[in-house]
């Protein structure tokens, strides 16, 4: 027998939440910060009538680019399409990285970042938060003449916290200028915080940061994949050498697009997701399960002042199909992270908070 040699893949891989329950045949899911409303329903009338499916996509998506280039005011040949933004996390990896090289990760941050850098070899330096909230300082004070790339989410998943537009400039302005700042910006739509601005709007002009969109959370898209990336000319053209060829499905380049479009049913998501985050944040405290301030389309639940532990409360839930995403694999314990579903979804979890708690 010949044997084949390759290299050793030392780190574990993502761990999604789950999304079925023995049992059951149907389920809440609130574990992975879908878009509570689905997507658009110009997408559905839309979709029906693609032809030509069984050609190959644009490889380079030109009309979805072109579209967002002109919604967001930035430039075509800045931007880049990805089968998500995992993908562009993967090829900003591959670009970036060797493996002698350090990557700063704030400790508790999507865990992307540190699986692909971690493929490719790179040490993974952990930033310490404060309170679960990124730290600038504690970012800086990991620097090293290695590093090569810095990652965040702002806000934050899991922790749902966010750095203010402040603290994210100086955070660019103190980090030594040939550091990659990656800033993914996966729920700014959702973000109506004040002091709060989006990756894209902070840093369009400069060379040392990417930033990082997707279609997954409030445009519904999450199954068809797409995301995009938004970085100099001179990365997006290399990146585009890595991409593959047809990285980008015809049916989630036009639905991408089309979602775009709709302007009004972005803003009934974020209407509803306003209203949902503060219901379900009281009805939370009315049981000491504390929740960070109101951010993306998600809560972090904090059992630390609860009289049960976020492990029961995940099974109690679990036996009512409501399915919440645990924050171990994240190394973070008694807390839950969850995400805001339609309205029958929300009521049938209030519901369920209150019957666990009569009961325990
Ligand atoms: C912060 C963050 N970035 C990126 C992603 C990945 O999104 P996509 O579906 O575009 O790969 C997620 C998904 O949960 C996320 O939370």
New binding site residues.
């Given amino acids: 027998m010949q044997k084949v040699f390759f290299r050793k893949i030392g780190v574990k891989s993502y761990k999604p939440g789950k999304s079925i329950l023995l049992n059951r045949k149907k389920v809440i899911k609130l574990s992975a910060?879908e878009s509570a409303l689905g997507f658009s329903p110009l997408i559905k009338r839309k979709i029906s009538k693609i032809k030509l499916l069984s050609r190959y996509p644009d490889s380079k998506s030109k009309s979805l680019r072109k579209q967002i280039s002109k919604k967001f005011k930035c430039n075509f040949d800045q931007i880049i399409c990805g089968a998500?933004?995992?993908e562009i996390i993967q090829m900003i990896c591959q670009l970036f990285l060797r493996k002698s090289d350090e990557v700063i990760i704030p400790k508790y941050s999507?865990l992307m970042y540190r699986i692909y850098s971690g493929i490719i070899g790179a040490k993974i330096v952990y930033a310490k938060e404060n309170n679960f909230k990124i730290s600038v300082d504690e970012i800086l004070k990991k620097v090293t003449r290695r590093t090569k790339v810095v990652f965040l989410?702002n806000p934050n998943?899991p922790t749902a916290t966010y750095l203010s537009s402040t603290e994210l400039k100086d955070l660019r302005k103190r980090l030594r200028s040939n550091i990659l700042l990656v800033v993914?910006d996966?729920y700014e739509e959702y973000m109506l915080n004040k002091n709060y601005r989006s990756g894209l709007s902070l840093f369009k002009n400069f060379k040392n940061v990417f930033i990082?969109r997707?279609f997954?959370k409030i445009y519904g898209l999450?199954s068809l994949r797409v995301?995009w990336g938004y970085g100099s000319k001179e990365i997006v053209s290399a990146l585009m050498k890595i991409k593959p060829p047809f990285n980008v499905s015809k049916i989630g380049e036009i639905s991408a697009l089309e979602s775009l479009k709709d302007k009004n049913f972005i803003n009934k998501s974020i209407k509803h997701n306003k209203k949902w985050a503060k219901i379900l944040k009281t009805n939370f405290e009315r049981f000491n399960i504390n929740t960070n301030s109101i951010t993306a389309n998600f809560l972090f639940l904090n059992f630390d002042k609860c009289k049960i532990s976020s492990r029961l409360f995940k099974k109690k839930l679990e036996e009512k199909g409501i399915i919440v995403r645990s924050l171990e694999v994240y190394g973070i314990k008694n807390k839950l992270r969850i995400t805001i579903g339609n309205s029958k979804e929300n009521i049938f979890l209030i519901k369920t908070l209150k019957s666990i708690f009569l009961n325990v």
């Fill in positions: 910060n998500g933004s995992d999507f989410a998943n993914d996966a990082l997707t997954s999450a995301g």
